[in-house]
């Protein structure tokens, strides 16, 4: 009987670990965002906040401060703050 309870307690607390563990990865979400590049982050036009991951796009993009683009890539939403990881990007010409 306690041998069962062990195993039970153990394959329990492994389902947790492994609920917690990929979380992050099914809150991931594809956008498309249109803002301006500023100091590590994208502000769009209605003032929402989205802080540049790092990465090969994402460090290019972290070099257009000024700059209105159109970032494709996905979010994560960590704490209320906004990432995203950059999957491809383009310059928009005003």
Known sequence: MKKNK?????????MLMIAFLSGP???LEAVTIMGTVTDGYLLTDNDQVYYIGEG??????????????K??????????DKIIVVTSYEIIEE
């Open 71 to 80: 970032l494709e890539g996905m979010v994560e939403e960590i704490d209320e």
């Open 25 to 27: 990865a099914i809150s």
């Open 6 to 14: 062990k195993f039970l307690f153990t394959g329990f607390l492994a």
């Open 56 to 69: 090969e796009k994402g460090d290019e993009v972290t070099q257009l401060v000024g700059k209105k683009v």
